[in-house]
């Protein structure tokens, strides 16, 4: 009765439309966009509305990436950014009933909305996108699950990028070869610490700086790795058992270690307030000569010219993995990684057009669809060509420098950087191949019913305290025991049992 | 009643005028108040405020509060932030308004006004950089010179027994000279003729600072103080996320920094809902004793 009921006022404003049209010639009139949106098949472009966090790409009107798509694909592109407090504005959206028709999630997002029914099953979509059914691989698939469902799409992208860098011409002065394991690591950061490098005739330099955050970039990274090691707080599995790497006898080994080397003075004392790029700051200024990072922090042009401008002869290299009593690894890498996800809104079944123009649009930008040249390198002809059936860049590609934002399904992160950054192809073949330990962490959840924060808290202040000799290593156990007891971490380790099994990574 | 109609209606413009301002916090202060009911359910977008179900117990949140092991240190560090902030903060800004006032050559004492309180609009973030360009174990100024004539560096930044000095001091920093204004304007409504006659009785400019221009201001300063007290758990959120680091939680981890780091973390708005219930009760108590407390003096604000 409804159904039909709106069917015939459909009908009937379509009439008044026609005759309006007629009687009026032609302007437009609002009952007429009324009519098409009741309408089942409308002729004009379709609107599709995109929201994603990032600095922001030009109004529609500068965007040649956008004007390029909507041609394409007879659509009417909303691009919206978000640079800042993207997840309130997304959860207005979402809470107001106007979710936007393609959005990104994180991996907390993605868990608490497809937990609360809003979020589209993309499974049964899938063969509608046959250049992402084509691509992405299981593990990629897998990374934009919740509960076992395809409630998102990974943004492919991102591999290794971490390495130890090295100033070389502090060893040539010194007539030091780069470190090799971990003894040779040591040798070198005394060196620099206590043989002036700079040679100014006092000793204001350290061996290492970094950021002191547990995140992957944590300076001491390559000093676990060469335990073998994550640093603590991560997730390995190791002959089919979860296994946490705080919990890990050699986790403390490596902390002794690396509280000698603090002892030793040969480590930024700041290491543990550095933010952002600071540490990189001091590293360019002559501070210390070993820091870990990625390439994009040290090989990057603009790097380069900011460190020869104040010093000429400076030149930072990066070296491989150390060897230590672990094996031979640079670093960690997460295999549930991810850049980030876009989901759709599960409102959007109601709107089969405009699902259908969405899934349309994904599978266009989508590798190897035309269409991802297109987000990647803007247009063709202007902003790169084809010679020899290589990509080549024009100098129009700076217009483009936003184009991250809009590769809604990401890229093939290795050929896409080298390029991008054809100067570094060299530096980033070198840092993705090298040997790292893999952890889990992305593809686990939190059990419920806990404050992780609390945890993780205790954990690394207690671990900074070991690391600084503020508390005796041999309070390792009770610092074990306490993580048990009053912060559940066996109820993590289940939770992690129970995600890692769904995802097949033990049985 | 038949009174206060009639006044009512004998200044009825006037009440008239008042009528957008109260429209304001009806609209804009009380209605959203409704909204921390969300402290007592477990909130889901979806659902809306009314529609979630209730928290069961109801004081599940509350209890997600009190149970953290750190519950009794960040409380502590809230009240003693807060506390220190109060105490030492609020002397520097009567007394340089005190300065200034005394201060006879006009365009100089503009200047310095001026001069004053514009660190009041550098963000925390411009603040922390310069802090750390002078403080700094590395590569700060004044470490650098502790080296070179003590041979000993001071690890400001990074040390617990520093911190919270390194936060009081860099608040004092930024809200002297701001804070300063509204005594001024009070200090320039004490009437000349008082200084006249003290003049008159041979006092000397001490004694009227103690006498009159202290005085005189009183009522301003236990306002200020009731105000602040009002503000007893905020501690300084924006100041306190940039400058802390993990060495120093332990005597800066606040309130605020907990609910940031844990909300953020699970998407739990009940929570913070519920800890800013638990803070705004707190407060009311503080303002409505402190009040109490301050009539007694004869000095309250209602």
């Known amino acids: ?507 | 009643m038949a009174k206060a109609i009639k006044s009512i209606r004998r200044y009825q413009a006037l009440y008239l005028m008042l009528l957008p301002g109260l429209a304001y916090y009806a609209v804009y202060r009380y209605a959203p108040m409704w909204g921390s009911v969300i402290a007592f359910k477990d909130f889901n977008i979806v659902d809306g405020i009314w529609s979630s179900p209730w928290a069961n117990p109801w004081y599940k949140h509350f209890a997600y509060f009190y149970n953290s092991p750190y519950f009794g240190q960040i409380l502590a560090n809230t009240f003693l932030i807060s506390l220190y902030k109060i105490v030492w903060g609020m002397p520097p800004g009567i007394i340089l308004a005190m300065l200034i006032y005394e201060v006879r050559h006009a365009r100089f004492k503009k200047w310095i006004q001026t001069v004053s309180y514009l660190p009041h609009f550098l963000s925390w973030v411009i603040i922390y950089g310069m802090v750390f360009a002078f403080l700094s174990e590395t590569n700060g100024i004044v470490n650098r010179w502790l080296k070179d004539y003590i041979f000993h560096t001071v690890p400001f930044l990074t040390s617990t027994d520093w911190f919270r000095t390194i936060l009081v001091g860099s608040e004092i920093w930024q809200s002297a000279g701001w804070s300063a204004i509204i005594y001024l304007a009070a200090l320039a409504g004490i009437d000349p003729t008082l200084y006249e006659a003290a003049r008159c009785d041979g006092a000397g400019r001490l004694r009227m600072l103690w006498h009159i221009s202290l005085p005189g201001i009183r009522s301003v300063i236990v306002l200020l103080l009731i105000l602040k007290l009002g503000h007893i758990l905020d501690a300084g959120f924006d100041q306190i996320y940039i400058m802390y680091n993990v060495h120093v939680y332990p005597v800066s981890d606040i309130i605020d920094t907990w609910v940031f780091r844990v909300g953020l973390e699970q998407l739990n708005f009940s929570l913070g809902a519920a800890v800013g219930l638990f803070k705004s009760l707190i407060g009311l108590l503080l303002v409505v004793s402190a009040n109490r407390i301050a009539r007694r003096w004869g000095e309250g604000v209602w």
């Open chain 1, 1 to 507: 009765m409804k159904k039909g009921m709106i069917k015939t006022v459909a009908a009937g404003l379509m009439l008044t439309s026609i005759l309006a049209g007629c009687s009026s010639g032609g302007a437009p009139q609002p009952t007429a966009t009324k009519a098409g949106d009741a309408g089942a098949a409308p002729k004009g472009p379709v609107k599709v509305s995109v929201f994603v966090s990032g600095p922001g790409v030009p109004s529609p009107d500068k965007d040649p990436i956008l004007q390029e798509l909507n041609k394409a694909l007879n659509m009417d592109l909303e691009f919206n950014v978000a640079s800042s407090d993207y997840a309130q504005q997304l959860n207005v959206k979402v809470a107001g009933g106007t979710p936007p028709d393609i959005f990104e999630v994180n991996k907390t997002q993605l868990e608490e909305l497809s937990k609360q029914g809003l979020l589209l099953d993309l499974g049964p979509y899938i063969d509608k996108m046959p250049n992402v059914k084509k691509t992405y691989t299981p593990e990629e698939m897998n990374k934009g699950k919740a509960g076992g469902k395809q409630y998102s799409l990974l943004k492919r992208g991102l591999q290794q990028q971490n390495s130890l860098w090295i100033r070389k011409d502090w060893l040539d002065k010194l007539g030091l070869q780069p470190p090799k394991t971990l003894d040779d690591f040591k040798k070198v950061l005394i060196a620099f610490t206590e043989n002036d490098p700079d040679g100014n005739g006092k000793k204001d330099t350290y061996g290492l700086t970094g950021v002191g955050d547990f995140t992957p970039i944590h300076a001491f990274t390559p000093v676990y790795a060469a335990f073998g090691l994550p640093i603590p707080g991560n997730y390995m599995v190791e002959n089919g058992k979860v296994v946490y790497s705080t919990l890990d006898p050699r986790t403390p080994q490596a902390i002794a270690y690396i509280a000698e080397l603090i002892k030793l003075g040969v480590v930024d004392p700041e290491l543990m307030a550095n933010k952002g790029l600071k540490d990189q700051q001091k590293a360019f200024q002559g501070m210390a000569g070993v820091i870990y990072r990625a390439w994009g922090e040290l090989a990057k042009d603009n790097y380069v010219a900011d460190y020869k401008k104040i010093n000429p002869n400076a030149e930072w290299v990066p070296v491989g993995a150390l060897t230590g009593p672990g094996g031979t690894f640079s670093g960690f890498y997460d295999q549930g990684n991810a850049w980030s996800r876009i989901a759709l809104p599960k409102s959007l079944e109601k709107k089969p057009e405009v699902l259908n123009k969405v899934l349309e649009y994904l599978n266009y930008i989508t590798e190897p669809g035309e269409g991802q040249n297109l987000v990647n390198y803007g247009v063709k002809g202007k902003h790169y060509e084809i010679v020899n059936g290589e990509i080549k860049l024009l100098p129009a590609i700076n217009e483009i420098a936003y184009s991250y934002q809009v590769q809604l399904t990401g890229r093939t992160e290795g050929s896409y950087l080298k390029t991008k950054f054809p100067n570094q192809a060299k530096v980033i073949d070198f840092t993705a191949n090298l040997p790292v330990v893999k952890v889990y962490n992305g593809l686990i959840s939190n059990p419920p019913g806990v404050v992780v924060d609390d945890k993780n808290r205790f954990e690394q202040e207690e671990i900074v305290k070991f690391m600084y000799g503020k508390r005796p290593l041999a309070e390792y156990s009770q610092f074990i025991d306490t993580l048990n007891k009053t912060y559940q971490l066996p109820l993590y380790l289940q939770e992690a049992e129970k995600s890692l099994k769904a995802a097949g990574y033990i049985q």
